[in-house]
């Protein structure tokens, strides 16, 4: 497929992704907003003592992120997440999976994370996970009391050394300005006193110093757990967006799988492409319950689907510029695509331009002419083919339209495609282009029976015309029909695409409708005159009709 038909397949099925993506949309926002809060509290502790270290080794820094991934693990074992429930009062255990922890990269600082529908239990839980795993470490809470007591200790000894320093250098003032001998031995003993409790002093703080330097096993709190505020789950807006992608993704694939299941034509560009055939003529779908109300060209000949089956025979006019326009076969691929209604209105837009026109009815299996046009199918082609004189003009019937008659079908006979080959039928149409200008065949499907291929063959001299449906004819079926009758050398004029959209397909329509609508907003503001222009245009109806009811068909004629 082409970029341009991805295009179109998005523009036909757009209604569906606009669908899904609101139900996908809508299902999810009530689907979130009904489901429980979850907040998340965060407590941040540290392994080791290295950055409390003047100097510390590359060894301690190693060693401590090593046992920050082991303390990591043993977060969610049962020894933590039940003693942190015993310590909080809590009836249960907390659930591992709402519990996460992450080694901060490159760092000794481990993230302990507790997940709960309730922002203070969360928050209580992460710091009391964090206190359980400090427990179970070498720094327990008996580890810590007695640290505690020799840092106040160290600071006892600090506060004596100076105390005892200070002494010192007052008993060295006073031996230095002493004159008696007797005062000066007393200052030098207490000199030397004071000597030797500074050295207890320094030896005691020294030791305990030593006791109380940094481990590498070490936990410590760095942050503590903050009280959530915001729900981290469920996130609406993202649940919301992520279910209206999900939504538009399955509706774009399933309008893809229903594209490429579903073989028949799209649009007239479609159609081209397939048939390598010029589009003489795209029409919309013509309203009405009965076959003789779709005859729009002489029921509603200021229409916009009455312009377009002008615009078809002016097209096929176009066709036969360099030589006479005799006869034209019209066909289609298979059944219901609107061939007999589209040579109808055809025929009344030839007739309107001053053809005498001769439809015929070839289609032996299914005539639908005599339908359209609510004359009697008594006798017809097949009578005269079986009477023994070959005289057409008794069974021609007329339509009502001037101009224009038609040879119904007559009798079914048994074997259709022999009757159409036969000699006889070709002195039957040559008797009948002598009476009419133009002769218009309606024939069978070209892909069900060999009638069409057989009468085309026939009439090399005319053209063919096919007529396809948007959503009806397949796609190979209209690619094997234009083959069957090139096969037997018709001369094939072209396209008519039936059932165009008047919203996607067809800008003819659109403008068309534009213009016309101008024109009668322009016609109330001129005076009435009879004229090329129209005949009394303010009280021509959208159906044709004047004010007393009667076609004003001659004044159409006059406006074509």
Known sequence: MELIEYWNILKRWWWLMVACVLLAASSSYIGTRGMPRIYQATTTVMVGQSLQQANPSSVDLYISQQLAQT???????????????????????????????????????????????????????????????????????????????????????????????????????????????????????????????????????????????????????????TLPSQPISPNVAQTVLLAAAIGLGLAVGGALLIEFVDDTVKSTDEVARITQLPVLGTIARLEGESYGEKLVVHHQPLSAAAE???????????????????????????PSEGKSITLANLAVAMAQAGFRVIMVDTDLRRPMLHKIFNVSNAEGLSSILLAPEIDPEPYLQDTGIENLQLLPCGPIPPNPAEILGSERMGAVIDILLAIGDLIIFDSAPTLMVTDAAVLAARLREGGVLLVTDIGKTRRGLAKRAVEELQRVHANLLGVVVNHVSTRAGSEYYYYYQDYTEQGDDRSKRLPRRRGLLGVLPGRIGRNGRDGTGKLVEEKVEELI
Do not use: C, W
């Not at 615009?311 to 691929?333: E, G, H, K, Q, W």
């Open 308 to 334: 377009a089956y002008r615009a078809l025979r002016t097209n096929i006019r176009f066709s036969f510029v360099d030589r006479p326009m005799r006869t034209l076969l019209v066909v289609s691929s298979g």
């Open 71 to 225: 303390y990591a693990q043993m977060v969610q074992r049962q020894p933590i997440l039940g003693g942190a429930a015993q310590a909080l009062g809590l009836a249960y255990t907390p659930d591992p999976t709402y519990i996460s922890t992450r080694l901060v990269a490159g760092t000794q600082l481990l993230e302990i994370s507790v997940r709960d529908t309730i922002p203070e239990r969360a928050q209580a839980l992460a710091d009391e996970i964090a206190n359980q795993l400090i427990l179970q470490s070498p720094t327990g809470r008996e580890e810590s009391e007695r640290q505690t007591f020799v840092q106040q200790r160290l600071a006892g000894l600090e506060a004596n050394i100076r105390k005892t320093e200070a002494s010192i250098a007052e008993e060295q003032a006073r031996l230095d300005a002493a004159n008696s001998a007797r005062a000066i031995q007393q200052y030098q003993a207490n000199i030397a006193a004071l000597e030797q409790r500074l050295a207890t002093y320094m030896s005691t703080y020294a030791s305990l110093r030593m006791s109380v330097q940094g481990g590498t096993n070490y936990i410590s709190i760095f942050e503590h757990a």
